[in-house]
């Protein structure tokens, strides 16, 4: 698959100017009880979103009506840090997030979100607070996170973010870890092809072992 296989994530830009938001804050631990990734968009950044009552702040900026269908986040440092909570990353997307901008994310964080298909794109903390205060503004900005270019792109400036390219390579053709891996497969069958013929007491040690016990 060619660069251009996904196109950049271009949209409203909404500024989370928080530093070290934690997952148990992106999605409170009351939104887990489901046996399903569904309805996980409602508890998103639930007590920024809503008062004590359930009641939307009106302040907070995806509360307000000009920034309906944000698509990227631009926050603060360390973006997703604390538990490894992979239900933060399904209830961005189930909002409607496609991209996180941000100068650093918690480890664990940062591969759910790979692995799940969202774009984290690291800047510097420079870039960082100029994106910061050209997002946090009283018009919606429009941005671009483009993994072609590797660059986020605003109207005044264009900033280059770091990925891997093993990860860049699973954002532009739409994979996850296990997809990532088959593409290897067929490296990794003839090492595997290799590795029993010097090795034989390592193959098939389950069905051997469950032979041994009787076991089917």
Known sequence: MNDTARGPVAGIAAALDIANLDTDQIMPKQFLRGIDKAGLDRGLLWDLRFDGDGRPRPDFVLNRPAWTGTRVLVAGPNFG????????????????IEAVVAPGFGEIFYSNALNNGLLVAAVSPEDGLALLNEANADEPLHIEVDAVSMTVR?????????????????VLDGLDLIGASLA????????????HATHPWVKDVARRTRQRLGRT
């Open 81 to 96: 840090c604390g538990s490894s909570r992979e239900h933060a990353v399904w209830g961005l997307q189930q909002y409607g």
């Open 154 to 170: 605003t109207p005044t400036r264009s900033v280059p973010f770091t990925l891997s390219e093993r990860h860049r390579r699973m």
């Open 184 to 195: 290897y497969r067929d490296r990794i069958e003839a090492f595997a092809a290799t590795h």
